[in-house]
């Protein structure tokens, strides 16, 4: 037979078959379906994180006015269709005791419970209750459903009202109508549009695939540092919650186990770590658990997939029961059942008064799970929630006893006791806490329920100005007598960017307005240390420009450092050759040492901050896994910077000469403070080889590759541009020989974005909001 008659015959036998001719006729995998880089190089640096969560993901797109759609809403009417809804129950999913109320407060509550102060990320302000992984945290079972109820009045009032806002405003409005006078209301969240695949929420991972159960996902193995009670006992940072797919700690104890005390431990760090002190911590739980009661009718072993992992046909709810109708009295969340009151929709201090009054013996539910009901068979007993007529013993749980034996949280609770005004007061304030502390400054609260005040130390206030601001003239004025003061550009440079560098977008705190650079604790911080003789030169240029004004405009500290930085980037670019205006916008204002938490902002202090190439001295003590390369990466993303502002920030910073104590560790140039592409030219020299300076290749010695003579010296924080492929893709762009007009017309755009990134006074609610033209 020839080759001709042998490929007929094949190609007949294929037909016959149903097959391809040449093969292939199976199906493995499409577009995501894993092996992936992640299973491939699970250490690489994931510099595509700065991307997730963009205007690709977002279908209002760019120009959509949050606030301007906000502002159309009626919120009475809103509000009214809410509390209606709160108490019309439906058949599919029927509320306890015919009120949402309580588990409408639930899902508030675990939607801004996330929160942590750390790294400020979490919180209501996204909604990202409603992605992964936060959704389908066992903690967050049923939330879904409570979520699924809101969307006819979502639907209802469009795009002009987030999820993120209906969560918590659908909370406060079940407080109201349970009783509670609520401390206020502000819109002004915007929402995300994908899931968070970055967020570091603890080293313990589950493959849920091979679960029996989906409650395993709860793990705490990983996290702490020593026992529960010792003195080393400790949570990594920059984690709060005491487990993995838990919002705060275990209510049957740590591991379980129904030590009071021990989770009353648990109890301190983790609200500590949510910015919460004792007042706040027992005012929360005490009036959380005023309201509703906790299910636990079913084994979680019969509770089917979270929503993630839910069949198609559930529509993206998860969390199956198959016991009768699966709601209702069948109700599965926690494993614990029942209510810790007589009364459970209505806003009292029976909670403290029972917890208090009784002794409490330990039992389980019907799931299985340790909780607590009165030793007294005649303590007053609680309604079933669907039931009528049919009572039931109140429960406590172990976080919940906890309050009464630990000394501090009692004093806090007999506190509360003898006065129930302050403590409804006291929820009320920690309320309002938890749920906008993400929110950050008062130009982001939206509506007229906005409660600010200057007593909120949390919402890190700044005073009005009441001072004319200054104009163009003054402007140019300004910068004349900066650059006369015989200040460096790279001081300049670096002081600007120090003052800006704290904020992150996480919990929108931090920035350059109100001159805390000037105040403790951050004048106090290591790698601050070079601003001090620059702010002191720059009080020297304000008193002067203020001094017996009689047109009312003056110039604030925080606006003069920034002005200093944008004077030296101007500056520095002439000098390269390029004449190009940085942007700048005054208003400003400068706070006091009054008005500055120094607890809560000591929680900004750097470990790394890669952009002015310091790692602090404790790193090697704190950091366990983590190098400093992804700690520059997760500072790049609290800044709000894509790949390509990460490296165009770093490499006109670095020929600035911003480093934190002026060494030339990265500063790959001969003409300091000119701002060349130098820093991406020798970064890429194939004639330059790198040699670790020390074992553990912490530093580095750059070397002619012919003579081996050394040329600069740098740090992880330099070379990672190089050699990470995606941000030495970008170094290229700028390295050749077009890149230089590119390069200073893109530092600018970038410099001018970090400097406004705390300006919601000027940028308002639009997500890509423009910087000041």
Known sequence: MNDMSADKTNTETFKMEGKCPFGGDRVGGAFGTPPTLENWYPHRLRVELLHQNGLAADPLGPDFDYAAAFARIDLAALKGDIKQFLTTSVAWWPSDYNNYGPQMVRMAWHSAGTYRIADGRGGAGTGMQRFAPISSWWDNGNTDKSRRLLQPIKHKYGNGLSWADLMVLTGNCALEIMGLPTYGFAGGRLDAWEA???????????????????????????????????????????????????????????????????????????????????????????????????????????????????????????????????????????????????????????????????????????????????????????????????????????????????????????????????????????????????????????????????????????????????????????????????????????????????????????????????????????????????????????????????????????????LG?????????????????????????????????????????????????????????VARGVSPEEMFLDKANLMTLTAPEWAVLTGGLRVLNANHDGSDRGVFTNRVGVLTTDFFRTLTDIDLVWEKADEKAMGFALKDRATGETKFEATRNDLVFGANAQLRSIADAYAGSDGQQRFVTDFVKVWDKVMMLDRFDVKGHKRYAPMAA
């Not at 089917?304 to 109700?331: C, F, I, Q, V, Y």
């Not at 400068?590 to 120094?598: A, F, I, K, R, S």
């Open 196 to 562: 968070d695949n970055a967020t570091y929420w603890g080293p313990e991972v589950v493959d849920m695939r091979e679960v029996s159960s989906f409650d395993e996902m709860v793990n705490r193995d990983k996290r702490w540092r020593g026992k529960n009670g010792d003195a080393e006992y400790d949570l990594e940072n920059p984690l709060a919650a005491s487990h993995q797919a838990l919002i705060y700690v275990n209510p049957e104890g740590p591991y379980a186990s129904g030590d009071p005390q021990a989770s009353a431990r648990d109890i301190r760090i983790t609200f500590t770590r949510m910015a919460m002190n004792d007042e706040e911590t027992v005012a929360l739980i005490a009036g959380g658990h005023a309201f509703g009661k906790s299910h636990g009718m079913v084994p979680a072993k019969e509770i089917g997939p979270p929503p993630e992992m839910a069949p198609m046909e559930a529509m993206g709810l998860g969390w199956h029961n198959p016991k009768d109708s699966g709601a209702g009295r069948d109700t599965m969340t926690n494993g614990i059942e029942g209510s810790w009151t007589p009364d459970p929709t209505q806003w009292d201090n029976s909670y403290l008064e029972s917890l208090f009054k009784f002794d409490w013996e330990q039992t389980r539910s019907p799931a299985g799970a340790l909780q607590w009901q009165p030793t007294d068979p005649n303590a007053p007993k609680t309604p079933d929630a669907h039931v009528p007529g049919q009572m039931h013993p109140l429960m406590m749980m172990t976080s919940d006893i906890a309050l009464k034996v630990d000394p501090e949280y009692r004093k806090v609770c007999e506190k509360f006791l003898g006065d129930f005004d302050a403590f409804t007061q006291a929820f009320s304030k920690a309320w309002y806490k938890l749920t906008h502390r993400d929110m950050g400054p008062k130009h982001r609260y939206l509506g007229p329920e906005a409660t600010i005040e200057d007593g909120l130390l949390w919402q890190d206030p700044l005073p009005e100005r009441v001072y004319g601001l200054i104009d163009d003239a003054d402007v140019a004025a300004l910068k004349g007598a900066i650059l006369a003061s015989g200040l460096s550009v790279s001081d300049l440079a670096f002081t600007a960017y120090s003052a800006a560098a704290t904020y992150r977008d996480s919990d929108k705190r931090g920035g350059a307005n109100g001159g805390r650079l000037a105040l403790a604790p951050q004048k106090d911080w290591p790698v601050n240390h070079r601003a001090a003789p620059v702010i002191a030169a720059l009080r020297g240029v304000m008193a002067a420009f203020n001094g017996g004004r009689s047109d009312g405009r003056q110039v604030s500290l925080a606006d003069l450092i920034v």
């Open 565 to 621: 930085g944008c004077a030296a980037v101007e500056k520095a670019a002439q000098d390269a050759g390029i004449a190009v205006p940085v942007p700048f916008t005054p208003g400003r204002v400068d706070t006091t040492q009054e008005l500055t938490d120094v607890e809560m902002f000591t929680w900004l202090k750097p470990v790394v901050d890669g952009f002015r190439n310091y790692v602090g001295d404790e790193f090697g003590q």
